[in-house]
């Protein structure tokens, strides 16, 4: 469970498959550098950070993966939550709350969490997702119209509200490239799957704007140089305070790194017919942000968009992720300095197409066809990471889908008095059928449908009330229900408790579900009602009542000694 993938792929290896990897890495490669830079640059750090992320952390979730083509490095969702703790807590507390969430990822691999986190619901992932990608787009309105202004603000209302009182300032000249940019990723295509879009924008915006010596911001002139190697490893420096104050946007950071890294696991399952490790995945992304942050970097996860390239471009191992990763590292060393002088317009640019396939437009518009639950938690999602924040947005989300379903879960719970007509298989018939097991009018049958769990054990007392005259035999069907908690199990307890004041006599039908039956017998209920009384099947309930009944009569039969 714990081996990475690699060590399985490299078994039957070939030179053939070697070939494959190498060309589909390389590419992999060029398309991750703008995108490395532009999500540091969007998350209020400087861009080389991005790329000692691309570097460290991709190269480690390939190596120590569970995934057989998983690309790992900086991504889009990430921009928002990082943001915000940067503007918060500044660089080093970005840089604790990542080494922080990476020790929580290698605890919940560990733990064998991943297949929990994979279940995260839909409306949910859709929601915080669109939302992200309404925030990545806002970010990106200064750079992309060239607008005179100050720090964009982070508060989403404050942040439109400034853009609006810099209209006047717009600069044509990195709308235009901009615009280009956007275009040329759009159309490039049609051209060539080949040679990523993104890259072709780069090239083509950065040479027209020293050609024509266009007023343009550039990264060199907002940040400086960027460095041409790798810098020393630190460790953070941690104490209980520092801890305390991070511990949540760690877990964010943590949960989303998660969720976004089996998504992209799963999604490049479908597309090679393989089958990830789930747990292994969670501690190769978890490694592998203990080491960015160890060097400075920024969150890293599993990047869908990358890991479909590499995909397309023929790698199937590891070994195409760690080619990906050695790229970006020499082009970092050799001739990252020439990124200086790419435009932050089109940057800006690269980010809106980003923020436009992040939308998941469709899948938002899909979920609004559904259950009106569903639509609930996708928009308070939504509404919530634009507004207030991702971390808050995730937290009530799953709160909030967790009692949506409880709640459907109740209303699909019932407990019903069944008719005295019941054929052989248990079935309530109609009077006029001939196989009908005749119940004695002093036995009552009641039956639980669904879960009985602390949502729904009201209705089962609730019904219990109904019983106007205490019967001397209760038969409970328990033939429907999946499962038992504590709360259902105080309840037949209470019932039996109550019964045995009455004088009445409890048998549970049909308890076939092992989770009921072991539940049943760790809270030592089926000795407390008596193993004889707790049958596999209704004719054999009716069977034990009626004897119950006969030994009653014959108890009341004996005369009293003298």
Do not use: C
Not at 193 to 199: A, E, R, V
Not at 344 to 373: C, D, N, P, R
Not at 409 to 423: E, H, N, T, Y
Not at 506 to 526: G, T
């Amino acid at each position: 469970m714990f081996r990475p993938k690699l060590f399985d792929t490299l078994k039957n290896y070939n030179r053939q498959q070697f070939t494959k990897d190498l060309l589909a890495g390389i590419i992999v490669g060029i398309v991750a550098l703008p995108l490395a830079i532009a999500f540091a640059i969007a998350s209020g750090v400087s861009p080389e950070k991005g790329l000692y992320t691309a570097v460290i952390a991709g190269f480690i979730i390939s190596a120590m993966g569970g995934s057989r083509v998983q690309i790992g490095g900086p991504t889009g969702a990430f921009i928002v939550i990082v943001y915000g703790i940067v503007q918060v807590h500044g660089v080093n507390g970005l840089i604790i709350a990542t080494f922080m969430a990476g020790v929580m990822l290698i605890i919940m691999g560990l733990a064998r969490f991943g297949s929990v986190i994979k279940f995260i619901p839909h409306p949910l992932i859709v929601g915080f997702t669109s939302g992200i990608a309404v925030l990545i787009f806002s970010s990106q309105m200064k750079d992309f119209f060239g607008l005179s202004m100050g720090d964009v603000p982070a508060d989403f209302f404050t942040k439109w509200k400034s853009y609006t009182a810099g209209v006047d300032t717009v600069n044509m000249y990195s709308f235009m490239i901009a615009a280009a940019t956007v275009a040329i990723i759009l159309l490039w295509p049609k051209v060539t799957h080949k040679i990523p879009g993104s890259l072709i924008a780069i090239v083509v915006t950065t040479t027209a704007m020293q050609i024509f010596h266009l007023p343009v911001d550039t990264i060199g002139n907002r940040f400086g140089s960027i460095p041409s190697s790798l810098p020393m490893p630190i460790i953070p420096d941690l104490d209980f305070n520092t801890i305390k104050k991070l511990i949540q946007p760690a877990f964010t950071i943590a949960l989303l790194g998660g969720i976004e890294s089996l998504l992209s696991a799963v999604v490049s399952d479908g597309m090679i017919g393989g089958n990830h490790k789930s747990n292994m995945e969670l501690i190769a992304q978890g490694t592998a942000n203990i080491f960015s942050s160890i060097f400075g970097g920024i969150p890293a996860t599993g990047a869908i968009a990358r890991t479909a390239t590499n995909v397309k471009n023929g790698g199937r191992t590891p070994v195409a992720g760690i080619v990906h990763a050695i790229t970006l590292l020499l082009i970092m060393l050799f001739v990252g300095k020439w990124a200086a002088l790419i435009p932050m317009a089109t940057l800006a640019g690269i980010l809106v197409v980003i923020a436009y396939h992040m939308s998941e437009w469709q899948s938002f518009v899909s979920v609004f066809k559904g259950s009106h639950s569903d639509v609930v938690v996708l928009v308070t999602t939504f509404l919530l990471t634009v507004i207030i924040d991702l971390t808050v947005a995730i937290e009530i989300g799953m709160v909030l889908a967790a009692f949506l379903f409880m709640r459907k879960m109740i209303m699909f719970s019932d407990v019903s008095i069944l008719k005295r007509d019941i054929d052989d298989s248990g079935k309530e018939k109609n009077t006029n059928d001939i196989e009908i097991l005749s119940i004695p009018s002093t036995v009552e049958v009641f039956e639980i449908t669904g879960p009985l769990f602390f949502g729904a054990a009201h209705k089962f007392k609730a019904a219990m009330r109904f019983i106007e005259k205490p019967p001397k035999i209760l038969i409970v069907r328990m033939r429907q229900v999946p499962f038992i908690d504590a709360t259902g199990i105080r309840t037949l307890k209470e019932v039996h408790k109550d019964a045995k004041h009455r004088g009445t006599k409890l048998i549970l039908s049909e308890v076939h579900n092992p989770q009921v039956i072991k539940e049943l017998q760790d809270a030592r209920l089926l000795f407390a009602i008596g193993k004889a009384n707790v049958t596999s099947n209704f004719k054999d309930a009716l069977s034990r009542s009626i004897v119950l009944l006969q030994d009653t009569d014959a108890n009341k039969n004996i005369p009293l000694a003298d």
